[in-house]
């Protein structure tokens, strides 16, 4: 005889009144403080061995050298299948410039290196604080690394005569010139010039892409630059080009001219010097490559052809006794020592570093990349940059509605 229909709703509830006691029960074990005091102190081993493995790299007095796991926690694997070449982000940055350099790797982090996860170095003349090793490498998606500079490559060579120096950095000062007065950036210029691929940190990579404090990515790279420079035998790419100020290279190009007569065998056919002079070499025009963007060969600059230039700059003494900049250096030796075919100009990569922007200049390749830069903005066919030049130069044919942005 069935059951009573009230009996039913009874039977219902205390199954379900039991079935609830039996769940609390299970969950509260899960969380026993009681659990075996051995699987307590894994579980805090393993937490504590991630931290100090994410968190707290070294301990102690600063090393010259650091390089932190691959790749920070959290941060997804490269999007981008395929072969890497052995190539660097680097940059070389003070503590204080953190949040400025924080800034930039979420840039090219996000636009770039999130798909392929290259490594990164950091250089420093001071060691790298926590603070600054903690943030950085919670950006980057490759294998951070962190260089002490050896005092010998930040300081002044013995054969500077420090009076003629000093009276250098007075007198523009009193002119009014951009870091006319300042040692430091002296120290900079050169080092960028002569020393940034010598670091020890950099001596295994073929391939590096320099990157500052503020600067801003526009646009979506969804192919890996460092093997388009390798496939394509390029030696050096840039974004931004523009006429140096005259009165910090006064006297540069009569050692490029006397360099050049003593190293005849160094300067390659078919070079830029369409790009640096418009009298065949008589007179330097001004025109360099920004170096704060460049993307090139750490073998170019290693070679015989690079070294005898740089040093025969840095005996002449014209990073101190005038204000010798490294993208004039890193230029002209790139358009004299390579042919023009291995000069790359990156017109894809939306690129702004305070004051300039380089957006690209059609609709299509804007939509393509998904860039946010500003057209107009754009300063490739602005009166004062060098990158038409560069066009008539290597013969190629200006983008569709350049017109449109010139001044």
Same mark, same amino acid.
């Given at each position: 005889?069935?059951?009573?229909?009230?009996?039913?709703?009874?039977?219902?509830?205390?199954?379900?009144?039991?079935?609830?006691?039996?769940?609390?029960?299970?969950?509260?074990?899960?969380?026993?403080?009681?659990?075996?005091?051995?699987?307590?102190?894994?579980?805090?081993?393993?937490?504590?061995?991630?931290?100090?493995?994410?968190?707290?790299?070294?301990?102690?007095?600063?090393?010259?050298?650091?390089?932190?796991?691959?790749?920070?926690?959290?941060?997804?694997?490269?999007?981008?299948?395929?072969?890497?070449?052995?190539?660097?982000?680097?940059?070389?940055?003070?503590?204080?410039?953190?949040?400025?350099?924080?800034?930039?790797?979420?840039?090219?982090?996000?636009?770039?290196?999130?798909?392929?996860?290259?490594?990164?170095?950091?250089?420093?003349?001071?060691?790298?604080?926590?603070?600054?090793?903690?943030?950085?490498?919670?950006?980057?998606?490759?294998?951070?690394?962190?260089?002490?500079?050896?005092?010998?490559?930040?300081?002044?060579?013995?054969?500077?005569?420090?009076?003629?120096?000093?009276?250098?950095?007075?007198?523009?000062?009193?002119?009014?010139?951009?870091?006319?007065?300042?040692?430091?950036?002296?120290?900079?210029?050169?080092?960028?010039?002569?020393?940034?691929?010598?670091?020890?940190?950099?001596?295994?990579?073929?391939?590096?892409?320099?990157?500052?404090?503020?600067?801003?990515?526009?646009?979506?790279?969804?192919?890996?630059?460092?093997?388009?420079?390798?496939?394509?035998?390029?030696?050096?790419?840039?974004?931004?080009?523009?006429?140096?100020?005259?009165?910090?290279?006064?006297?540069?190009?009569?050692?490029?001219?006397?360099?050049?007569?003593?190293?005849?065998?160094?300067? &390659?056919?078919?070079?830029?010097?369409?790009? %640096?002079?418009? +009298? *065949? @070499?008589?007179? /330097?025009? !001004?025109?360099?490559?920004?170096?704060?963007?460049?993307?090139?060969?750490?073998?170019?600059?290693?070679?015989? &052809?690079?070294?005898?230039?740089?040093?025969? %700059?840095?005996? +002449? *003494? @014209?990073?101190? /006794?005038? !204000?010798?900049?490294?993208?004039?250096?890193?230029?002209?030796?790139?358009?004299?020592?390579?042919?023009?075919?291995?000069?790359?100009?990156?017109?894809?990569?939306?690129?702004?570093?305070?004051?300039?922007?380089?957006?690209?200049?059609?609709?299509?390749?804007?939509?393509?990349?998904?860039?946010?830069?500003?057209?107009?903005?754009?300063?490739?066919?602005?009166?004062?940059?060098?990158?038409?030049?560069?066009?008539?130069?290597?013969?190629?044919?200006?983008?569709?509605?350049?017109?449109?942005?010139?001044?």
């Amino acid at each position: 005889m069935p059951a009573p229909h009230n009996t039913r709703i009874l039977r219902l509830l205390l199954l379900t009144v039991f079935s609830i006691i039996v769940l609390y029960k299970i969950y509260t074990s899960t969380y026993d403080a009681n659990l075996p005091t051995a699987n307590v102190s894994k579980f805090a081993h393993e937490k504590l061995e991630s931290a100090k493995q994410h968190l707290n790299f070294h301990s102690g007095p600063p090393k010259d050298s650091l390089t932190t796991p691959n790749h920070a926690p959290g941060l997804p694997a490269a999007t981008i299948p395929g072969e890497r070449v052995n190539a660097t982000f680097v940059t070389l940055a003070r503590n204080s410039d953190i949040w400025e350099i924080a800034k930039s790797i979420r840039h090219v982090e996000d636009r770039f290196n999130r798909k392929f996860n290259y490594d990164w170095v950091f250089l420093n003349d001071k060691p790298f604080d926590d603070e600054f090793i903690k943030v950085t490498s919670n950006l980057v998606s490759g294998k951070t690394k962190y260089g002490l500079i050896p005092e010998k490559h930040w300081s002044f060579p013995d054969h500077i005569d420090q009076d003629k120096a000093k009276k250098t950095r007075e007198d523009m000062h009193a002119k009014g010139v951009i870091y006319g007065d300042s040692i430091s950036y002296r120290h900079m210029c050169r080092f960028e010039s002569g020393f940034f691929f010598q670091q020890d940190l950099m001596k295994e990579y073929e391939y590096y892409w320099r990157v500052e404090p503020s600067i801003e990515l526009y646009c979506d790279i969804d192919y890996d630059v460092f093997k388009y420079m390798k496939d394509n035998n390029k030696k050096y790419g840039f974004t931004l080009s523009l006429y140096e100020y005259i009165e910090t290279i006064p006297t540069l190009w009569e050692s490029t001219k006397a360099f050049m007569k003593e190293h005849p065998e160094h300067i &390659a056919k078919d070079n830029g010097m369409k790009f %640096l002079s418009d +009298d *065949g @070499g008589n007179t /330097y025009n !001004r025109c360099h490559f920004w170096s704060n963007f460049e993307v090139g060969s750490l073998d170019f600059w290693r070679g015989q &052809a690079y070294q005898d230039y740089f040093n025969k %700059l840095d005996q +002449d *003494g @014209g990073f101190f /006794y005038e !204000r010798w900049g490294d993208a004039p250096v890193h230029s002209i030796a790139a358009a004299l020592l390579l042919p023009k075919d291995e000069l790359h100009f990156f017109n894809d990569i939306g690129y702004y570093h305070v004051p300039f922007t380089h957006c690209p200049t059609s609709e299509e390749d804007r939509t393509k990349g998904k860039c946010t830069c500003e057209p107009k903005k754009n300063f490739d066919w602005k009166g004062y940059s060098c990158t038409s030049r560069y066009f008539d130069m290597m013969g190629m044919q200006k983008p569709a509605g350049y017109e449109k942005q010139m001044d």
